[in-house]
């Protein structure tokens, strides 16, 4: 076990993440001229301007560029646990939630599109199963044997990103509620706080668990060659501090916005539409 280099110049550059980031930029811009997100459909009163969906898309790929093939991504895979638990925040908690609100007032789907699949999105994406589903694919990944597993096959590593990305996206989705019809009942902001609060609970603990525990629980990283001085353990104390305060702070922030815009934009909430019961939301619309 030796000293390993990491260096600003170490970019992956995987030519299917490239690829994959291309051809998702290139959708969005086809769904903007075609005026699939235009301003006569939003509904959303998250933004102030529909200025500001191409920024919020440009940070979210970003971020997943970042995350994918920056030496975050390197010095994950090879050497260090607390660069993995940021670009695993970051292709969760950050990327996400900044593509669901570039997409905020998008047009809804024609009623007979995609039924099927419209229905499964819809049972998915109910506040409470998004967040058992979030917290079931964050701890499964880190049981030993199967994160270990990640980092010696390239297969079940991008089976991994993917199903992070997928469980972000429908975590944030009742969230953001990004397409909507004009009348749909919203899910309350106390719902949403209560969705935040709960799903911050799991990788409390387990930050907490790296963050306090005097062995590496992780084989790959026990045996990895060392970076910058750092033991494995050291390194997984890091890491559990950077996923229970990082991954905190991220919820904290999201948890003011939705408390400040239920004072801000009351008529934006549900618990002002007469008792209603919880959103007959239509997902994919």
């Avoid at 668990?209 to 990895?224: Q, S």
Wanted: overall charge neutral; charged content about 15%.
């Amino acid at each position: 076990m030796g000293e390993a280099h990491l260096s600003a110049a170490d970019w992956s550059w995987e030519p299917t993440v490239i690829v994959g980031l291309v051809v998702l930029s290139a959708g969005y811009v086809l769904a903007l001229r075609r005026g699939r997100i235009g301003g006569a459909d939003d509904v959303s009163p998250w933004l102030p301007g529909q200025c500001w969906r191409p920024v919020l898309f440009a940070s979210g790929i970003v971020t997943a560029f970042v995350a994918l093939l920056s030496p975050i991504d390197t010095g994950g895979d090879n050497y260090l646990l607390s660069l993995h638990m940021i670009q695993h925040l970051l292709l969760m908690m950050v990327a996400p939630p900044l593509l669901l609100l570039a997409i905020a007032g998008a047009a809804p789907l024609p009623a007979a599109a995609a039924p099927r699949l419209r229905r499964l999105w819809t049972l998915i994406t109910r506040p409470w199963p998004a967040v058992i589903s979030f917290n079931a694919v964050l701890l499964l990944w880190h049981l030993p044997a199967l994160y270990d597993a990640t980092l010696r096959n390239e297969g079940i590593h991008v089976i991994e990103h993917l199903t992070f990305i997928a469980m972000g996206l429908v975590f944030w989705w009742p969230i953001v509620d990004p397409i909507r019809r004009q009348g749909t009942r919203l899910i309350s902001s106390m719902e949403k706080i209560a969705m935040l609060v709960v799903a911050g609970v799991p990788p409390t603990v387990l930050g907490f668990v790296f963050a306090l525990g005097g062995t590496a629980y992780y084989d790959f990283y026990a045996r990895a060659p060392r970076l910058w001085g750092l033991t494995p353990t050291v390194d997984q104390q890091i890491a559990g501090v950077i996923m229970f305060g990082l991954g905190n702070i991220i919820y904290f922030v999201a948890i003011s916005i939705v408390f400040l815009r239920m004072f801000g934009n009351p008529a934006d909430d549900e618990s002002d539409t007469a008792g209603e019961p919880l959103a007959v939301r239509e997902a994919v619309r």
